[in-house]
């Protein structure tokens, strides 16, 4: 459905697009998935591959086995996105490297989520879910041993990141809902010291950066329940403007040269907005049960500069994403006396989203000039008459004097959901 369904989600995916909503699954279910993707995006005509394409999901949902005023109030849930044969893959990027950020954020990783929800009354849900990773820490010492040779000790820590998604539900009326998410900052950070101390001089290098970055991001959300469709529209605000970026920032402490800082490009990262709306029709199947056609459409700015005079290729565009769906609700098992016959459900799905193209050109500075790296590249070679080699604009920068981007990337998926 495009992603629209904040406010009618019900199921372990609520753990990720409203919490709220595990108050809806009134029973014990278990989920199993498959998610695949492959990228059609280019770099001046050339194809560009996504990391881990490839992943599992599981899920659960059930109400706690509470009493009193609590029985039918608290309900839990779990989802996961597993990688085949990774657990997490950060990739840190030179700054004038060329790629695609916001898919180094997608695929790469470990996704575990758990949440909990209350049911306020008939009409009013509130969730939490916890977004968990670890991220790595620690240092590398070396110094001459015994036999001048370089010994090393390695010390890496894994402390947990955990970024909290929260959630609203609320039923304005029998066929209108509404929602509210917020979904924390979330990234996994990892930095390393490397101490060397070598003929008595120590040298030090310290390396940091920040992997699979996701901004805060706020989601308003509606759901419209009728007798032929049922329909939903999420609005969506995602603030990339507070992006610490995804390059290595590098800093060394020298012998006789002292204290010195790689400089990175300062890149101005923009906010953005989007809008995701969904439909979806339900029919019987004969013999019970039920099946559904689903469909999405959802347009998201970018937050990526359109253009960058400078050393960065930051490449991306404005997205338009166009989903299709069906899934099969069945009857299993044998019926029990006084109790209804579980459920199955097999949806299958498919998404295209397309990247808007763009052609980005390159600024040279004038040799008196100094802008910031950002703001334009400048002639790596001084002009000396006597070497022609020499003369004329000298860049290596791969973008330079343009460079080119856009394209799809598709994405499809089965997912089993059993009654327990």
């Known amino acids: 459905m495009g992603g629209a369904v904040a406010a009618r989600v019900d199921d372990f995916s609520s753990v990720y697009y409203n919490p709220a909503g595990l108050a809806g699954s009134r029973h014990k279910h278990v989920s199993f ?24 999901t599981l899920g659960a949902t059930a109400p706690a086995p509470l009493g009193g005023v609590l029985a039918d109030r608290l309900f839990v849930g779990v989802g996961l996105y597993m990688l085949p044969t990774t657990m997490v893959r950060v990739i840190a990027r030179l700054p004038a490297e060329p790629f695609y950020p916001w898919y180094d954020n997608r695929t790469q990783r470990l996704v575990i989520l758990p949440g909990l929800a209350v049911r306020v009354n008939q009409r009013f849900n509130l969730g939490v879910a916890l977004d968990l990773l670890a991220g790595l820490g620690g240092q590398v010492v070396a110094g001459e041993g015994p036999t001048r040779a370089l010994d090393a000790r390695v010390d890496e820590e894994i402390p947990t990141n955990a970024a ?68 939903s529209l999420d609005g969506q605000w995602a603030l990339w403007s507070s992006y610490p970026g995804p390059f290595v920032v590098v800093d060394s402490q020298l012998p006789l040269v002292g204290p010195l800082s790689g400089v990175l490009p300062v890149v101005p990262w923009q906010d953005t907005f989007g809008a995701r709306l969904g439909a979806e029709k339900n029919m019987p199947l004969a013999g019970g049960g039920s099946w559904a056609l689903r469909g999405g459409y959802g347009f998201e700015t970018s937050p990526v500069p359109a253009q960058q005079p400078g050393t960065t290729n930051l490449l991306d565009g404005p997205k338009h994403t166009v989903s299709a769906g069906v899934g099969f609700r069945i009857s299993v098992g044998e019926p029990e006396a006084g109790k209804p016959r579980k459920h199955l459900r097999i949806d299958v799905h498919a998404q295209a989203q397309l990247v808007g193209p763009r052609t980005m050109r390159k600024t040279v500075a004038a040799q008196d000039e100094t802008p910031g790296s950002f703001d334009a590249l400048r002639d790596e070679v001084v002009d000396d008459a006597s070497e022609p ?8 920068n791969p973008g330079y004097p343009s460079i080119r981007s856009g394209g799809q990337v598709f994405s499809g998926g089965l997912t089993m959901e059993l009654e327990l």
Request: net charge negative; proline share 4%; with cysteine.
């Open 33 to 56: 998935g498959l998610l695949g993707a492959a990228s059609n995006l280019t770099i001046n005509d050339r194809g560009y591959d996504l990391a881990e394409p490839l992943g599992f």
């Open 164 to 231: 909290l998604h929260a959630g609203f539900q609320g039923q304005l009326a029998d066929e209108l809902t509404i929602a509210f998410v917020y979904r924390q900052e979330f990234g996994v950070p990892f930095t390393t010291v490397s101490r060397t101390t070598v003929a008595g001089e120590p040298i030090d290098l310290a390396i940091k950066a920040t992997g699979l970055y996701t901004p805060d991001t706020f989601v308003l959300g509606f759901a419209c329940r009728t007798s032929v469709v049922d329909l």
């Open 389 to 396: 080699s020499t003369l004329g604009i000298q860049v290596s």
